[in-house]
């Protein structure tokens, strides 16, 4: 039988890629960057600077800062599910994914 070279090659399936997904964008949630340590291969700060409406962090430095952050949650949430919507469809189907499902395959 020839060996063609790629029977060990193991296939990315949707759903390692889904979860990539999911870890990668949390990852840049929660730290601001992917990786969460190292040299960034994704910077949040940089990209929102470049995406958003830079009036966005102002407000949220003000909540930060305020005495009543409670008062703000609600915002916060809102904005945190934005932001996170907006990584999910930025990141979505790219290398950095593709190559962490690659990394983490079980």
């Avoid at 999911?22 to 949040?44: N, S």
């Avoid at 952050?69 to 916060?76: P, S």
């Amino acid at each position: 039988m020839e060996a063609h070279g790629d029977e060990g090659m193991k296939e990315i399936t949707d759903r390692r890629l889904e979860l990539a997904l999911e870890e990668v964008v949390e990852c840049i949630l929660d730290y601001g960057q992917w990786p969460r340590k190292g040299r960034a291969q994704f910077d949040l700060y940089e990209y929102l600077m470049e995406e958003r409406d830079p009036s966005y962090a102002l407000e949220m430095y003000v909540a930060a800062m305020s005495s009543n952050t409670r008062a703000m949650e609600d915002r916060i949430e809102r904005e945190r599910a934005s932001v996170e919507a907006i990584l999910i469809n930025h990141l979505q189907g790219s290398d950095m994914v593709a190559d962490h499902a690659m990394d983490t395959w079980e």
